[in-house]
Structure formats: C-alpha cells, structure tokens
C-alpha cells in the first residue's frame, strides 16, 4: 500500500504521524492521531503496509519514505519552537493550515498554561474536524478554536472576530502549507503574520526548494508524486531555495532567521544524515 491521500494532503500526513506509531522507534509519540482513522487503517498501518523501514524497491517508494521521515522530524521540530515559546511566554499558539494537527492534545505544556489555541484550514477541513473532536469528546475543548478560512481568498484579519489577539506573544506555525499556495497568497499570510508578531512572539513554516513544483531528475520520484498531487487536486504551485527565502524574510523585516533542510533536521534527531537537502526545509523567525 501506498500513502493513500484519500481525497487531502492533510489526511496523508496525519496517516504517517499514525504509521509512525506502530514503528521500532517511536521519536513522536501520538495518542490522539488515531482519532481520525477508522480500525481497517489501523490495522493494516500496524502489519506496516506502507514499507516504511524495508529498502525501497523504486524512486516513487523512495520518495514516500522521504515524505514521511520529512513529516515526523518537521512535526517534532515545530514542537520543539512551540515548546521553547511556552516556555519563555508565548500565550497563544495559532496553526495555519492545521488539517488533522494533535498538538492541543498532546503538547502537555498547552494545557497546563491554557494556552489560547487557533487552528485555521478550509472549511471542509475544519468541518470534519469538528465531527472527529466531536464524535470523540462530545464536544469541543475549552481554548481550542477551530477556524474555517482560505488564505487565497479571505482576509486573515477576521481571526480577531474568534478571539485571537495579535498583542499577545504568540507561536506562529504555518506547516505543510506554503507549497499549496501561489506566490502572492505565501507573500499574503507572511506579510499578516510579520504585521502581528509582538517581539516575543516565534514564527516556524516550512517550504520547499523548487524542483519540488515540476518533474525532474535532480528529486527522484518527484514525477510520481507530481502525478498523485494533481489527482487529488492538490498540486504544489510555490517553491523557492532557502537562501532566496532568508533574503526574502529579511526585505520583509523578519530576524533571526533559522533555517534547516532535511538532512539538518535528521542531524539534529537521529544523528545522521541520509536525507536529501534539495527538498523541504523550514524556517524559524522572529520579528
Ligand atoms: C499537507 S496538509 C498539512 C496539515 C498539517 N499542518 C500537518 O502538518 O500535518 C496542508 C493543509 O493546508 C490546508 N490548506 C491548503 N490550502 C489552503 C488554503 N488556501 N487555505 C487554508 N488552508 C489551506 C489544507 O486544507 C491542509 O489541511
């Protein structure tokens, strides 16, 4: 089996957070992913259907063990930049683009310092969403907001209207996104977000370079994924090196600017580098 996207990107990468559940090494724990999942996918991600530890027989099964080691090590390293703003007194954590994200749940720290929790994505999105929390809990938790909004259409400024308040030092995260965005939207949400960042407050994405966008040799595996991508109707639209976006960051007034491919992330974690660095990669900034 491969990565069935179903009909979303989102349902994809919650999939591998839960795959991961069932792997020898677990480095991001998650109770809570299965939520979203029926028993049938449970089940066959448990016989590892997905072959995430075998070699590869192919570019295409390469590319989705590449995925998939990106999502985990990208989810714990936003973590990490949640964690460290908790703690040196972010009040608010925004997700933009948050499909199927956990971390309300799961990061002790958000609970215990109630922090205000916003999560934005498409209405179908945040609809089904709804339904899981619901089905499950009954209702929605106290300091989690689920937002529906279109970053290509609507104004982030009405998030105000849910209670978000950009005075507040708050954590920025915008992951697993940008890519599905054209330009002028990307340049949008970072504009929204630099006009409403307290000096306290991080910002963490990521992006990809742009061998990402089209098929080419240099990704390899890159075409099949191309094709899965514009079945679902979700085709990457945005890439850009790293170093164009830290001079991009920079005109646009951002500082401190981290960034980290791949390889960089695996580094940091498992202490090795096999990754590509010609993929994804993501950034930390502060204003
Ligand atoms: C690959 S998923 C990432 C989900 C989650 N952040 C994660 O890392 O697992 C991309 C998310 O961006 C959302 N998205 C894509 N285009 C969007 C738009 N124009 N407005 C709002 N959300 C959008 C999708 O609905 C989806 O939930």
């Not at 040196?88 to 309300?104: K, M, V």
């Not at 996104?177 to 949400?189: A, D, G, K, N, T």
């Amino acid at each position: 089996m491969s990565i069935d996207m179903g009909k979303s990107t989102n349902k994809g990468t919650a999939m591998m957070k839960f795959a991961h559940q069932f792997q020898p090494n677990v480095i991001l724990q998650d109770e809570y992913v299965s939520w979203f999942f029926d028993d049938s996918t449970a089940k066959s991600l448990q016989e590892n259907s997905l072959n995430l530890n075998v070699e590869p027989v192919d570019d295409s099964q390469r590319f989705q063990q590449i995925s998939y080691w990106y999502t985990i090590l990208r989810e714990k390293y936003c973590d990490e930049v949640i964690v460290d703003a908790l703690a040196s007194g972010c009040r608010q954590l925004l997700l933009l683009g948050s499909g199927y994200d956990t971390r309300f749940f799961r990061i002790s720290a958000v609970r215990e310092r109630a922090t205000a929790t916003f999560e934005v994505d498409l209405p179908e999105t945040i609809n089904n969403k709804k339904k899981y929390l619901s089905d499950k809990l009954g209702h929605i938790p106290e300091g989690l907001t689920l937002i529906p909004l279109d970053f290509n259409h609507d104004d982030l400024n009405s998030l105000d209207r849910y209670g978000f308040d950009n005075t507040l030092p708050t954590a920025y995260v915008w992951q697993g996104v940008s890519y599905y965005l054209p330009r002028e939207s990307v340049s949008q949400v970072l504009d929204y977000i630099k006009s409403q960042m307290t000096p306290d407050s991080v910002l963490v994405f990521d992006c990809c370079s742009p061998l990402m966008t089209y098929k080419n040799d240099q990704v390899p595996g890159i075409a099949s994924s191309i094709d899965q991508l514009s079945k679902i109707g979700e085709p990457y639209l945005f890439g850009m090196y790293s170093d164009e976006m830290k001079n991009w960051l920079e005109e646009k007034g951002f500082q401190n600017i981290e960034i980290l491919q791949q390889d960089d992330l695996e580094d940091r974690v498992l202490h090795k580098r096999t990754l590509p660095s010609n993929m994804w990669y993501v950034v930390s900034a502060k204003v």
